[in-house]
């Protein structure tokens, strides 16, 4: 069946990058993009940005366009998102999820709905 | 800015009633809206995508509607596992609204 397994909890310092894997089975990875999502404490859903299948389309949400990256590795069909210049507010639980396909308008590509999310992977930043 | 609302923030309802949770969109987003569910400790589960089309093994009391900048998302009789967080999203999520037992 279709999985999502991300890579586990981290603890970082004010300052540093994190790198967080999710690591797809179950389906052919090259047909679809991938989203990332976080989720703070006791707080809501915040997207964060997508890439493509191909990763030749990728759309970051605004707030995190200086810092963060996200790959793709078809090899492994594994995706990465790594967030640099970390502070306590990044504290928060990050999600991949499967996005089958995507949309076009004046503001350029953007992604449809995540179908199968990865279990989550914790990220505290603490000094 | 794009900016998903929802409301109400709170749907304090019992077993068996009808619930209907709405969303709005700063701009038109055509019929590219998905809805979710989530409970305490989950990740979310996909429940509707491109506004009314269910998601693979999504039960048939979960309907969704409408188009452009105004949806709807209806649960027709509450079962007991349906009350938690539901968030609608077209790229950016909206804040959520908690459905919970009255």
């Known amino acids: 069946q279709v999985q999502l397994v991300q890579s586990g909890g981290e603890v970082k310092e004010p300052g540093a990058s994190v790198k967080v894997s999710c690591r797809t089975s179950?389906?052919?990875?090259?047909?679809?993009?991938v989203s990332w999502v976080r989720q703070a404490p006791g707080q809501g859903l915040e997207w964060m940005g997508w890439?493509?299948?191909?990763?030749?389309?990728?759309k970051y949400a605004q707030k995190f366009q200086d810092r963060v990256t996200m790959t793709t590795d078809t090899a492994t069909a594994t995706a990465h998102m790594e967030l640099r210049s970390l502070t306590s507010d990044d504290t928060a639980l990050y999600f991949c999820?499967?996005?089958?396909?995507?949309?076009?308008?004046?503001?350029?590509?953007?992604?449809?709905?995540?179908?199968?999310w990865g279990q989550g992977t914790t990220v505290t930043v603490s000094s | 800015e794009f900016v998903l609302t929802q409301s109400p923030d709170i749907l304090s309802l019992s077993p068996g009633e009808r619930a209907t949770l709405s969303c709005r969109a700063s701009?038109?987003?055509?019929?590219?809206l998905a809805w979710y569910q989530q409970k305490p400790g989950q990740a979310p589960r996909l429940l509707i995508y491109?506004?009314?089309k269910r998601a693979t093994g999504i039960p048939a009391r979960f309907s969704g509607s409408g188009s452009g900048t105004d949806f709807t998302l209806t649960i027709s009789s509450l079962e007991p596992e349906d009350f938690a967080v539901y968030f609608c999203?077209?790229?950016?999520f909206g804040p959520g609204t908690k459905v919970d037992i009255k």
């Open positions: 999820g499967r996005v089958p396909t995507f949309y076009y308008d004046s503001s350029g590509y953007y992604p449809s709905n995540m179908d199968v």
């Open positions: 890439v493509s299948s191909n990763t030749d389309k990728r």
């Open positions: 999203q077209a790229g950016a």
């Open positions: 179950g389906y052919t990875f090259s047909k679809y993009g």
């Open positions: 491109d506004a009314v």
């Open positions: 701009q038109s987003v055509r019929s590219h």
